[in-house]
């Protein structure tokens, strides 16, 4: 390791200094006199609900847009930025939210994409990226497929990409979105060796207690503007997300049980095959009954993705069979389901949600196009659509200009609560959501479950995926949890923890209070499913 970091020390500039950054958008101030200084070799939090800015404020820093006003300095030096591959010249690197990797590569082939100048692409590349993962343990061999990697192996690529380029300031887009708690350790880790470094992170979350645990400073953003820079050791979550929402931090729970006996959905013996042949769903039998909730718990890529389009109608099943109540639904198409009462909540709202070039009246229509208020006889009703996305807006605080601006200018959490008011709407019998609170604020939050709750009183059987384990604990009145494809354990909501349960996830079993420390008895994992691996 360096004995002494690269920029570092007490008379270093700082790493990055944002002065009276403004940016406007057709209708909407999105940054307004926006302040913020990084010191070098810190993790630099910056939190604040959806439609505050900060994914503006990133994207203007990273130079995918540019200031109407103020200046940016990096290491003390004005910098205008006209592309990302400035802002990389400068040192500025940037993981998203959602990665960017292609499958059928390796690392190595994936970390010099775009980037072959710098050390070609083979030995020296290789001895490279081998060197970057041993200093800032990465732990990241460069000839593994993307393919065979998790969530974490992916994310630990994806900063080596930006260190590869010769970022010593990362910024990470609500890093912990899709980890499971251990992987957030790991991840935690991997921030601190960056910091011992003498690297800078600017660190985008809503999990205000993970940004407790791993900030040198948190700045909070609130519509647009910077209202608060606090030390985390003099601070709460309480009172962060008091400066946020100027609301207390929500807590996801279903209170009283409304589950009933009647079945409304059941999945007997449901197994997918991958192109190749293998099962991807492997005999998953599970019943969701009217009032319930019930959870599936997984490392992303263990078959939940394919569970739920098996369910939509969008995968073909290979043995099993679906029925929703009295009907059987295996071979049904999506649109056939959709009409018969079943709302969707995908977990990737740009692919299965929402038409980002589209205006919002018009994903209003989108899954509901048989029925009003989208169509009126054979006819589309624009104006039945359009007053019910002024409805949705209004009831679910969507932060947006108008019904008319296309859904690709509104904040991904913003976008989350418009899918969310469109699928409740439709008064469904049987929800599937997928993530519904990932990249959303507190407040959002809050709103999201209290929804789900109403509705789950009201009769609403629900499938609930969700990488947040915490709100599946809370949220859940059954938990399962699905490896390699398979429903391999059944715990406790009422007393399984968040740690117990990334065990279970990664093939460990559930722990009891014997192996947890302060953990009650959560041990239903069956015994024919006890081997290791994710």
Do not use: C
């Not at 994936?110 to 343990?137: C, F, M, P, T, W």
């Not at 946020?244 to 959905?265: A, I, N």
């Amino acid at each position: 390791m360096s004995s002494t970091p690269p920029g570092g020390g007490a008379d270093a500039p700082p790493a990055v200094e944002l002065h009276g950054i403004t940016k406007r958008f057709p209708g909407v101030v999105a940054n307004h006199d926006i302040d913020i200084t990084v010191a070098p070799g810190t993790v630099h939090a910056i939190v604040g609900e959806n439609g505050a800015g900060k994914s503006t404020l990133m994207k203007t820093l990273y130079g995918m847009h540019r200031p109407d006003e103020g200046e940016i300095l990096v290491r003390g030096t004005p910098v205008h930025f006209g592309s990302p591959s400035d802002a990389i010249k400068q040192g500025i690197g940037m993981v998203h939210q959602h990665f960017m990797l292609a499958d059928n590569l390796t690392v190595l082939e994936n970390v010099v994409l775009g980037a072959e100048r710098r050390h070609g692409i083979g030995h020296k590349a290789r001895a490279r990226i081998l060197e970057l993962s041993d200093q800032y343990g990465l732990g990241i061999k460069p000839d593994r497929l993307m393919e065979e990697l998790g969530v974490g192996d992916r994310q630990r690529v994806e900063i080596l990409k930006v260190l590869y380029r010769g970022a010593q300031t990362i910024i990470l887009d609500e890093p912990t979105a899709v980890l499971v708690p251990q992987e957030v350790d790991e991840l935690f880790d991997n921030l601190r060796e960056l910091k011992r470094e003498g690297l800078t992170v600017i660190f985008i979350s809503h999990k205000l207690d993970e940004v407790l645990s791993v900030a040198d400073e948190i700045t909070v953003i609130r519509r647009g503007t910077t209202v608060a820079t606090v030390d985390p050791a003099a601070t709460s979550a309480r009172e962060l997300a008091t400066l946020m929402v100027g609301g207390e931090l929500p807590v996801p729970e279903l209170r009283e049980s409304t589950v009933t006996d009647h079945v409304v959905l059941s999945l007997d013996g449901v197994t997918v095959l991958s192109p190749e042949g293998r099962p991807v769903v492997d005999d998953v039998s599970v019943d969701v009954h009217r009032g319930e909730i019930v959870g599936i718990a997984g490392v992303e890529g263990n078959g939940q993705s394919e569970l739920i389009e098996a369910v939509m109608g969008m995968q073909t099943l290979s043995a099993g069979r679906i029925h929703l109540e009295d009907a059987d639904i295996t071979e049904w198409s999506t649109l056939h389901i959709r009409e018969a009462g079943v709302g969707y909540i995908p977990e990737d709202r740009h692919r299965h949600g929402m038409l980002l070039e589209s205006p919002l009246w018009e994903n209003r229509i989108l899954g509901h196009q048989t029925r009003p208020p989208s169509v009126r006889g054979p006819w589309i009703d624009r104006a039945g659509a359009r007053t019910d996305s002024e409805r949705i807006v209004e009831e679910y605080d969507v932060r947006t200009p108008g019904i008319d601006v296309v859904a690709d200018a509104l904040s991904g959490g913003n976008q989350q609560k418009f899918i969310i008011g469109r699928e409740m709407s439709g008064q469904p019998r049987f929800l599937v959501a997928a993530h519904p609170t990932r990249g959303v604020d507190v407040g959002a939050q809050s709103a999201i479950w209290e929804q789900l709750r109403e509705a789950r009183a009201a009769g609403l059987a629900v499938l609930l995926i969700s990488a947040d384990l915490d709100e599946l604990i809370g949220m859940s009145d059954t938990l399962h949890v699905i490896l390699r494809g398979r429903l391999v354990a059944e715990a406790d909501p009422t007393g399984v923890t968040p740690e117990q349960l990334g065990s279970a996830m990664t093939g460990a079993g559930l722990g009891s209070a014997d192996d947890t420390e302060g953990g009650p008895r959560a041990d239903r994992t069956r015994d024919d499913e006890g081997e290791g691996g994710a």
